[in-house]
């Protein structure tokens, strides 16, 4: 599975949209590009996935490059609740296994 | 409806003892996972399965790690002569495996923390 690079940490405030980058840039031609998030003593939470167009659902965007070498989720107005940790993952669709291999993730921090 | 359990939510023992930690997936979903997620750390994978196919055992840290998964349902993790490293927070997540070749989503439980005294 292609690695990938996420910052440690951002801030955002309440209400603005937040950002959060994500670098994949040995992604193969069939691999997904999954974001999940972790609110602090909680389980991981599934948000959105995406091959190679841009994608939206109730929660968040994603928007992938067109070399598919980076992605960016996007929430688009932030909330106190939206704090976590985000995980930027990517899989090849069918396999042995479907595990998820988590990096460090970015600690997204919502201000008031 | 109902989403992933796990029990019990917390779990102390001492060293040497075994634990048994449990998972019920959601209805229907053929697909169950076991992680750990050490304090401060990302979450480690351990172990998978599905349908009436071989597990994934590929993630066991050591043969003192195994799981069952009964019927199809629910799962059970023991770790037996429990050391203080195993300490961590072991989550169980579940997935509906789909024909399309898209990778399913993963539901999440709640986790039970077990600390090794």
């Known amino acids: 599975d292609a690695k990938t690079t996420q910052p440690t940490s951002m801030d955002c405030a309440e209400g603005r949209a937040a950002n959060l980058p994500c670098n994949h840039s040995?992604?193969?031609?069939?691999?997904?590009v999954y974001w999940y998030r972790q609110i602090h003593s909680q389980g991981p939470q599934y948000i959105i996935h995406g091959l190679k167009n841009n994608e939206t659902n109730e929660m968040a965007s994603l928007i992938i490059t067109e070399d598919r070498k980076s992605s960016t989720l996007i929430l688009p107005h932030a909330t106190l609740r939206d704090t976590a940790v985000y995980y930027c993952i990517v899989r090849a669709p069918a396999g042995a296994t479907n595990k998820l291999i988590f990096g460090t993730g970015t600690l997204l921090a919502v201000q008031p | 409806g109902a989403g992933v359990s796990q029990s019990p939510s917390n779990k102390v023992t001492e060293k040497g003892k075994d634990v048994e930690l449990r998972c019920d997936p959601i209805?229907?979903?053929?697909?169950l996972y076991w992680y750990r997620q050490s304090l401060g750390q990302g979450l480690e994978f351990l172990i998978y399965f599905q349908g009436n196919s071989a597990p994934d055992k590929s993630g066991l840290p050591s043969d003192r790690f195994s799981a069952e998964r009964t019927g199809g349902s629910v799962s059970t993790l023991t770790i037996q002569r429990t050391q203080q490293e195993d300490s961590a927070v072991y989550l169980c997540?579940?997935?509906?495996?789909?024909?399309?070749?898209?990778?399913?989503?993963?539901?999440f439980g709640p986790g039970t923390r077990l600390t090794v005294l």
């Open positions: 997540a579940s997935s509906i495996l789909r024909t399309s070749g898209r990778m399913n989503e993963q539901f």
């Open positions: 040995t992604i193969s031609g069939n691999e997904y």
């Open positions: 209805s229907g979903h053929t697909a």
